[in-house]
């Protein structure tokens, strides 16, 4: 394609457009250009059409989602609809939220190069450009590594080199940090601010708002149910964004909140030291005999009335940990207690109705051919009457705010909402335990806090377990923190004595964050950890 390099690489103008299936336009009327060179961030809470200014941008619309489209989208130039997939795709990179959506390679090399090679580029180009784009992003060592063993955030980080190794001039991030521990993200963004500078245009659409702020996106775009709320400066957004859509640095929201309602919050989880539910006593384990071990001797004891926020970076075993709870993984040594009784004597369909475990990624859970069924497949299967199947997966959708999209099909709904899906269909099966991996991934600010308000206060959990790259979810609602690091418990206690250990926080690659340090701060007056919008109402 050949590029005009004096044009404006980006330019919408009067961008519409509404799908086939839905009544109401996605996006009104957008209109803003991205210059090169520029980062522009994009907020907003989920649904507010981000994701569909995306489609339009790399041609997935109108091409694979069908519907009415009016206004101009140009790059470099040249109106985007008259460009072929190859010539778009050379220009126009992106990154979706969900990298199990992404990746088609069974190994990485093969990976970041299937893009490469339908250009039909030499075998010496394709290694040459496949290498230099790993050892940019600083994960050569992963090259020959098969994409199946991946963690979640090394999966992100091998779609964003398939991306970048067709060298784009335009980049979409599409919530680029949703599978990233917190040091990882602090990387990836002074990678994309790096991009930037070099002179690529990046299109960041983000709900972790604080985290982005911080590498000085140029423009922020603020979008509210698909129209264009603020285009500006970052500073101009403090003052317009809602703060119970979109998450701002802990300090504005306690100021903010100072004129409003104090929030009320109370957990129907109570603490309860004597039952022990699950135990972990020198447990190791391993995939392959041929690879090293995952998790190194560990020893760990829920209770009940425990509400725990697992912690650490990525790869370093907290997924294969909670997944030895449900009985998905045996020991390689040592043994899983669930409520006394091994789970190598248990089949997981009895341990299911103890443990009720929300995977990290949606696409591993769902398959039903709506979202209704989804949700009655669990109890069903737990031999639940038909009227308690319905009453629970009511109240399941009305936890998660799904209520409307009871006969959409799962599998074509966003990465966020299916999110939300695979959510409530654990919560449906009401298990008396909890674990959700990464229940915040994809998600806006309010969709989470309500879910996780709604179910931290609805009865029947004997304990919940999250696990999380988002500090301020364990700040807000755990009880205790658990600091997962190279396969071995770093520490274990209540988050206001865990967390205050900075030292130990950045060797666990766990990042601390605007609403940790005013917690701590004000932690002699309070007592314990607060949201910023109870701070407002507690501190002097």
Same mark, same amino acid.
């Given at each position: ?48 059409? /981000? ?103 090394? #999966? ?90 979109? #998450? ?9 909140? #100072? ?159 299916? /999110? ?121």
């Amino acid at each position: 394609m050949d590029l005009n390099s004096e044009a404006i690489p980006l330019s919408i103008q009067n961008l519409t457009f509404r799908y086939h299936i839905r009544e109401q336009p996605a996006i009104r009327n957008l209109s803003f250009d991205l210059h090169r060179g520029e980062l522009l961030l994009i907020a907003g809470a989920s649904g507010c059409g /981000k994701t569909t200014l995306m489609r339009c941008i790399n041609g997935l619309i109108p091409r694979s989602y069908r519907g009415e489209l009016d206004g101009q989208i140009t790059l470099f130039g040249r109106d985007a609809r008259a460009l072929g997939m190859a010539d778009l795709s050379q220009t126009v990179g992106t990154l979706l939220q969900d990298p199990e959506r992404q990746i088609v390679g069974s190994y990485v090399l093969n990976e970041v190069a299937f893009g490469l090679e339908n250009l039909e580029l030499s075998r010496e180009e394709i290694l040459q450009r496949v290498d230099e784009t790993l050892d940019y992003l600083g994960i050569l060592e992963l090259r020959d590594r098969e994409t199946f063993g991946l963690s979640g955030g090394e #999966k992100q980080k091998v779609a964003l080199a398939g991306a970048l190794a067709m060298r784009p001039r335009i980049l979409l991030l599409d919530e680029p940090l949703a599978s990233l521990d917190p040091a990882s993200a602090q990387e990836a963004l002074a990678l994309f601010r790096r991009l930037a500078d070099e002179g690529v245009s990046v299109m960041l659409v983000e709900h972790r708002v604080e985290d982005a702020l911080k590498i000085g996106p140029d423009t922020v775009l603020y979008m509210d149910e698909g129209e264009q709320v603020y285009y500006g400066d970052a500073q101009g957004l403090m003052q317009v964004v809602d703060y119970h859509k979109v #998450k701002l640095p802990a300090p504005i929201v306690m100021e903010r909140a #100072k004129s409003a309602p104090p929030p009320t919050f109370m957990l129907a989880i109570r603490p309860d030291s004597r039952d022990p539910l699950v135990t972990f006593e020198d447990v190791h384990f391993r995939y392959d005999s041929t690879l090293p071990e995952v998790l190194h001797g560990v020893a760990l004891t829920i209770r009940k009335g425990d509400v725990v926020a697992i912690l650490g970076p990525n790869g370093a075993g907290k997924t294969t940990l909670v997944k030895h709870t449900l009985g998905l993984l045996k020991p390689t040594q040592g043994r899983v207690l669930l409520e006394g009784r091994d789970t190598r004597e248990m089949t997981i369909a009895h341990a299911a109705k103890t443990v009720g475990y929300v995977f990290q990624s949606p696409s591993q859970m769902l398959f039903a051919p709506t979202v209704e069924d989804e949700l009655a497949f669990g109890p069903r299967n737990l031999r639940y009457d038909e009227e308690t199947i319905r009453r629970n997966v009511d109240l399941a959708l009305q936890t998660v705010n799904m209520e409307e999209y009871r006969d959409s099909p799962s599998l074509a709904l966003s990465f966020g909402q299916q /999110k939300r899906i695979s959510i409530a269909a654990i919560l449906a099966m009401r298990s008396r335990i909890l674990m959700m991996d990464e229940p915040t991934a994809g998600q806006d600010y309010w969709n989470y806090m309500a879910f996780m308000d709604a179910i931290l206060q609805m009865p029947g959990f004997d304990s919940v377990i999250f696990i999380t790259h988002d500090l301020d979810l364990a700040v807000t609602y755990a009880n205790r923190v658990v600091l997962v690091h190279d396969g071995r418990i770093a520490a274990d206690g209540p988050p206001e004595e865990v967390l205050r250990d900075y030292d130990l926080l950045q060797r666990c690659r766990v990042v601390p964050t605007s609403l940790l340090a005013l917690n701590l701060e004000v932690l002699p007056q309070t007592g314990r950890f607060m949201r910023a919008e109870m701070l407002a109402h507690v501190v002097a």
